[in-house]
T-cell receptor, first 114, second 116 residues
Framework: AQSVTQPDIHITVSEGASLELRCNYS??????LFWYVQSPGQGLQLLLK??????LVQGIKGFEAEFKRSQSSFNLRKPSVHWSDAAEYFC????????????FGTGTRLAVRP | GAVVSQHPSWVICKSGTSVKIECRSL??????MFWYRQFPKQSLMLMAT?????????EQGVEKDKFLINHASLTLSTLTVTSAHPEDSSFYIC????????????FGSGTRLTVV
């Protein structure tokens, strides 16, 4: 069975600082990996996804993530955080062999300090 | 493109009554939709997979008689919480994919259910 771990429950960064949110997954084969963002009381918005090919993927809002098979990681990064980036971030893993279901991590809540 | 509309955004109901939540794919057809439940400050828990024209597939531990799912068309899936109780209060979110799985899922904006 697939699983996702997001080690950091809360992270606070200053506006303009760089950001890295950690995600580790467990899956036997190459998984499909996703990062979603959720604002309070809202649904989820897809930031980026990885299936194959270039291990560094670019997403919306200036986010990028790097797939590292050797570390079973898919960390999300942004070089300069904006106050509007404050939200909950979820890493998810999926596979066609599991019926196209997504398994979500527990999320990381990002606060941005002025 | 790839918009999923969920209605209502919030609902308050009395214990013992039933509540229906709608999930619509506005600009694409979805043979499969997913229903999640999210408790405050927690992650999303998959409740069931809704399949157009057939019975939903429920995750282990989810009561299918309490959470009725109907996927009557390629653009609409409904979740009915029957005989609701305060412990059913939660945030319910649906999702669908406009194409192949690797396209990525689009999520509705969620429904906040409060049972009093």
């Amino acid at each position: 069975a697939q699983s996702v771990t997001q080690p950091d429950i809360h992270i606070t960064v200053s506006e303009g600082a760089s950001l890295e949110l950690r995600c580790n997954y467990s899956y036997g084969a190459t998984p499909y990996l996703f990062w979603y963002v959720q604002s309070p009381g809202q649904g989820l918005q897809l930031l980026l996804k990885y299936f194959s090919g270039d291990t560094l993927v670019q997403g919306i809002k200036g986010f990028e993530a790097e797939f590292k098979r050797s570390q079973s990681s898919f960390n999300l990064r942004k070089p300069s955080v904006h106050w509007s980036d404050a939200a909950e971030y979820f890493c998810a893993v999926g596979a066609q062999s599991s019926g196209d279901k997504l398994t979500f991590g527990t999320g990381t809540r990002l606060a941005v300090r002025p | 493109g790839a918009v999923v509309s969920q209605h209502p955004s919030w609902v308050i109901c009395k214990s013992g009554t039933s509540v229906k939540i709608e999930c619509r794919s506005l600009d694409f057809q979805a043979t499969t939709m997913f229903w999640y439940r999210q408790f405050p400050k927690q992650s999303l828990m998959l409740m069931a997979t809704s399949n157009e024209g057939s019975k939903a597939t429920y995750e282990q531990g989810v009561e299918k008689d309490k959470f009725l799912i109907n996927h009557a068309s390629l653009t609409l899936s409904t979740l009915t919480v029957t005989s609701a109780h305060p412990e059913d209060s939660s945030f319910y979110i649906c999702s669908a994919a406009p194409g192949a799985f690797n396209y990525g899922y689009t999520f509705g904006s969620g429904t906040r259910l409060t049972v009093v």
